[in-house]
């Protein structure tokens, strides 16, 4: 069983930047993908970004270019830069950790992102 706490969440302005960070109670180093997804309100939970443990990553078109992930394998953190936020972009963001082999999968209790003027 492995925790992740997500922090960094908040008010911002549209255009602005947030940065937000997952803490995991172990290693993540042994994880296959670490990730970021979003749920608004009345709509399913979507994914933001991964980063695999070969450091490859992958985003959605909705925020490639805007949002980038990165980990620390060292801390065990993950992060979220988020530029030139949008309002659409606000949602509850949620870390998310999975192993393929067993397969596992791991959930942060998320923080609230809100773009608004």
């Known amino acids: 069983q492995v925790h992740l706490v997500e922090s960094g969440g908040g008010l911002v302005q549209p255009g602005g930047s947030l940065r937000l960070s997952c803490a995991a109670s172990?290693?993540?180093?042994?994880?296959?993908?670490m990730g970021w997804y979003r749920q608004a309100p009345g709509k399913e939970r979507e994914l933001v970004a991964t980063s695999t443990s070969f450091g490859i990553t992958n985003y959605p078109d909705s925020v490639k270019g805007r949002f980038t992930i990165s980990r620390d394998n060292a801390k065990n953190m993950v992060y979220l830069q988020m530029n030139s936020l949008k309002p659409e972009d606000t949602a509850v963001y949620y870390c998310?950790?999975?192993?393929?082999?067993?397969?596992?999968?791991?959930w942060g209790q998320g923080t609230q992102v809100t773009v608004s003027s």
């Open positions: 172990q290693s993540i180093f042994s994880f296959n993908v």
């Open positions: 998310n950790a999975q192993k393929y082999v067993p397969p596992v999968d791991y």
